[in-house]
């Protein structure tokens, strides 16, 4: 027999009610073209493609139907200049009359395309089909941008935390005896990894899935020095997977706080094992998908029956959601390290005798041009909050303490957490690491206790909002 108890318990899943539309299109450069990304790379140019790069739009909406929070997942690995970046997000910004705070150009850090540089240099073999894929990306923005606010519709958008264990520490004691001081950047089997997979489901009013997001943290840096390939990495069949199993669903990959993150087995020049992580992320994504309540319900207790043991009976009904939608920009102040001016640096690197070398001073030189020669750097950061979820996103590699800490602060709200948005700098690793000699600690320009003052102001933000 059902005894009903009339009490309020309810498992309602965390989701926003709106409208939204979404596009994607094909940004894939010329074989030929420049694409060295690694200081231990022997050649220049790329030789064939492995999978094809994409732009995709998410626009999202209030049920009213005013100014849309737009985001752009691009596979595409890192700007070579702060002023680059920023012409090309004010095109965007002037396109559609957009207010700063409310639109974020996401790069999924694949490490096997081309650089985002205007300045290139004349020796690069294939460096003057540069310029013509920076213009084709940002047409391509633009145009995708317009095909998803064409195909806008009233949407329900849904989270669910889920698990992968595709990402790993990389932060390696070096074994090596003469260095053991040293961390390298690799697989560290003794230290933990972050395996927290963000889920966001996007449905239509029938309850058909229009896309998916997966907000995960890991460098997608598989393919490596000896890679001679175009290739989204490990993106590319997450996606395929995915798009399999949801036809006409696009899926989005949101870069999570990956800088100690990467997979176990990497630096390979072989796409199959890329495509390999990719189908471990995508069956994580499906599993998590597989494991929600369906669109616009939530689980209400109804009562208990008698049986061999008491049974608590739970039913699934419809629910509201919130139709809250805010964006802000906001900047955090953070102090710099004692660099070398951005001249010292030209030099040193005009005198490099080992294209590693060149490499790295090549990208602290930009670092340092982008930031200039003062003491401090106004950090930018955007903060959305879509119903009952916070998105925050801002350009720095900021190690996963500062998710996992922002998601036990605000546990009862996902937060969707982005690296390498709007711009990319440099690492930000916790203030214990400064003390070790680690290439994330020192490739950083931003001085210890940095990382610590970006989540306490973060923090702030979400509590105001």
């Known amino acids: 027999m059902l005894k009903l108890i009339l009490v309020n318990l309810q498992f309602k899943p965390p989701g926003f009610s709106g409208?939204?539309?979404?596009?994607?299109?094909?940004?894939?450069?010329?074989?030929?073209?420049?694409?060295?990304?690694?200081?231990?790379?022997?050649?220049?140019t790329a030789e064939g493609i492995h999978r094809p790069l994409f732009v995709s739009a998410l626009v999202i909406r209030d049920?009213?139907?005013?100014?849309?929070?737009?985001?752009?997942?691009?596979?595409?690995?890192?700007?070579r200049s702060l002023e680059l970046e920023r012409s090309f997000r004010d095109t965007i910004l002037n396109a559609f009359e957009l207010d700063e705070s409310r639109f974020i150009f996401a790069l999924t850090h694949t490490h096997a395309t081309p650089p985002l540089t205007d300045q290139v240099d004349e020796d690069w073999e294939g460096g003057d089909l540069l310029l013509a894929f920076l213009k084709q990306v940002r047409e391509t923005t633009i145009q995708?941008?317009?095909?998803?606010?064409?195909?806008?519709?009233?949407?329900?958008?849904?989270w669910r935390t889920g698990k992968c264990q595709l990402a790993a520490a990389r932060d390696l004691c070096d074994p090596d005896e003469t260095r053991n001081s040293r961390r390298i950047c690799g697989f560290d089997p003794d230290a933990e990894a972050d395996d927290t997979l963000l889920v966001g489901r996007v449905s239509d009013t029938s309850g058909k899935t229009l896309a998916l997001i997966a907000n995960y943290a890991c460098h997608p840096t598989t393919l490596a020095w000896d890679n001679r390939l175009i290739s989204p990495d490990y993106i590319g069949a997450m996606r395929e997977t995915i798009e399999k199993e949801n036809i006409d669903a696009l899926a989005f990959f949101l870069q999570g706080a990956s800088g100690e993150l990467s997979p176990r087995y990497q630096y390979t020049n072989n796409p199959a094992v890329a495509d390999g992580h990719g189908k471990e992320l995508g069956y994580a994504v499906l599993a998590t998908l597989a494991g929600m309540e369906p669109p616009g319900q939530q689980l209400t207790f109804t009562g208990v029956c008698e049986s061999g043991a008491p049974l608590a009976i739970w039913e699934r009904e419809s629910c509201s959601q919130s139709t809250e939608l805010k964006s802000i920009q906001t900047t955090v102040d953070l102090l710099l390290k004692d660099w070398p001016s951005a001249e010292e640096l030209q030099q040193q690197m005009s005198t490099a005798t080992e294209r590693q070398t060149e490499e790295r001073l090549r990208r602290k030189h930009d670092i340092r041009l982008s930031l200039g020669d003062g003491d401090s750097f106004p950090l930018p950061v955007w903060i959305?909050?879509?119903?009952?979820?916070?998105?925050?996103?801002?350009?720095?590699?900021?190690?996963?303490?500062?998710?996992?800490?922002?998601?036990?602060?605000f546990p009862d709200s996902p937060v969707i957490y982005l690296n390498l948005a709007n711009g990319s700098m440099g690492y930000l690793p916790p203030e214990k690491m400064y003390g070790e000699d680690v290439y994330q600690a020192w490739q950083t320009p931003f001085a210890a206790g940095s990382l610590e003052i970006l989540k306490a102001e973060i923090s702030q933000k979400l509590r105001d909002l």
């Open 144 to 158: 995708v941008i317009k095909n998803a606010m064409e195909s806008i519709q009233p949407v329900s958008i849904e």
């Open 19 to 44: 409208r939204a539309g979404m596009a994607r299109a094909d940004i894939t450069p010329p074989v030929g073209i420049y694409a060295r990304n690694w200081g231990a790379a022997t050649h220049d």
């Open 384 to 409: 959305w909050k879509i119903g009952d979820a916070f998105l925050v996103a801002n350009m720095l590699e900021s190690y996963s303490w500062i998710q996992q800490q922002l998601r036990k602060e």
């Open 63 to 79: 049920s009213d139907d005013r100014e849309a929070l737009i985001i752009v997942d691009a596979d595409l690995g890192w700007w």
